[in-house]
């Protein structure tokens, strides 16, 4: 590897960071510049989801005053992506890249959608259980303390389905769970993105330690991704934690967009 290339894998994983931390979609930054510099598609994805995967969990460490309280949320979400990784992973190293791909942004345009509405949505979810507890309903809570059991069930369901989609290609995950997360939960949004970043992080880390013993890796690469994307997670942390909530969800739109426009030119071009 020479040294430039060296340089630009690193400064990748930097951009890459941050932006999963902000709000995801760091591989559609490094994949183009690992295939670019010539590594084959499925070398530069299990090696992007290994090098990526630490810079999750700093960004993740960067968002723990937001994560007090959720304890109980994460545990019961945490197994659901990662077994969601597993089968996705599995997927990965079985199926045709086209099979997948296809849907893709159809997938993504749909979570953005989700953003878009999210805070009407999430209102009228507070006006019902208002009504509710008018009635003599206990009141909701954060995280799952607040859901009913149909509610949550579907919750753990979808984080399962999105850890599927992370296990596989990992790019706007966190515009999903985002999505997902701003509809069914009534959480501040910043506390939502501290629970996508932990999500993510228990995505990544799966995958990467079934694509290390299974699938072709350049572990140059994972390496320099490694340090860019533990800098840039603390970087996005500074950055995410500061946004107000209409600045966050305009930048998880802005980057789901730029995410469908890549993928699709990658796909039919």
Excluded: C
């Amino acid at each position: 590897m020479v040294w430039w290339h060296a340089v630009l894998i690193a400064v990748a994983g930097v951009w890459a960071g941050t932006i999963n931390t902000v709000v995801g979609s760091g591989t559609l930054v490094t994949f183009p510049v690992l295939v670019a510099l010539g590594f084959p598609p499925v070398t530069a994805t299990t090696s992007n989801a290994i090098g990526l995967a630490p810079g999750t969990v700093s960004g993740a460490i960067g968002y723990r005053h937001e994560l007090r309280g959720q304890t109980r949320t994460l545990l019961s979400f945490i197994p659901a992506s990662m077994l969601g990784a597993v089968v996705g992973a599995i997927l990965l190293l079985s199926l045709p890249s086209d099979a997948f791909e296809m849907i893709v942004p159809v997938l993504i345009v749909l979570a953005l959608v989700l953003v878009v509405i999210q805070p009407r949505v999430s209102a009228w979810v507070a006006r019902r259980r208002e009504r509710e507890h008018a009635d003599g309903a206990p009141a909701a809570g954060p995280g799952l303390s607040g859901q009913s059991a149909k509610s949550a069930a579907l919750l753990v369901t979808l984080i399962f389905v999105v850890g599927i989609y992370g296990g596989y290609f990992t790019a706007a995950q966190g515009v999903m769970l985002m999505a997902i997360m701003g509809v069914l939960m009534t959480d501040p949004i910043q506390t939502l993105n501290g629970i996508k970043n932990v999500l993510s992080s228990a995505v990544n880390i799966v995958a990467g330690i079934i694509y290390a013993f299974t699938a072709p890796i350049s572990w140059p690469v994972v390496a320099l991704l490694a340090v860019g994307s533990i800098i840039g997670g603390q970087i996005g942390a500074k950055i995410g934690r500061k946004l107000s909530p209409k600045m966050l969800r305009g930048a998880i739109v802005a980057i789901g967009l730029a995410a469908v426009i890549q993928l699709v030119a990658t796909h039919w071009l």
